[in-house]
């Protein structure tokens, strides 16, 4: 399986992480809304981020297996055997 996202995509997604929290602090400051409304939101919202953290670290993890798969393929051999 080839991987289809550069370093600079990787960290894009990682940053989106925090920028999804910092946008949703922007908006309930400027909308004024109700403190239950503002924490459904938060906790969607930290669901959201933590989701685009698990796929960046899914990302990772597989850029790495196939970094160490085309180091090591004569290993590959002996195990699909």
Same mark, same amino acid.
């Given at each position: 399986? #080839? ?7 990787? %960290? ?6 925090? !920028? ?6 922007? /908006? #309930?400051?400027?909308a004024? %809304?109700?403190?239950?409304? @503002? ?7 930290? %669901?959201? !981020?933590?989701?685009h953290?698990? *796929?960046? @670290?899914?990302? /990772?993890?597989?850029? @790495?297996?196939?970094?160490?798969? @085309?180091?090591?393929?004569?290993? *590959?051999? #002996?195990?699909?055997?």
């Open positions: 399986m #080839e991987i289809l996202m550069t370093d600079d995509e990787l %960290k894009a997604l990682e940053l989106s992480y925090e !920028a999804t929290i910092e946008r949703a602090q922007q /908006r #309930e400051e400027e004024g %809304k109700t403190p239950r409304y @503002r924490a459904e939101e938060r906790a969607w919202l930290h %669901k959201r !981020a933590n989701d953290y698990a *796929q960046a @670290r899914d990302i /990772r993890e597989r850029i @790495r297996a196939a970094v160490l798969d @085309r180091q090591c393929p004569e290993d *590959q051999d #002996e195990t699909s055997l």
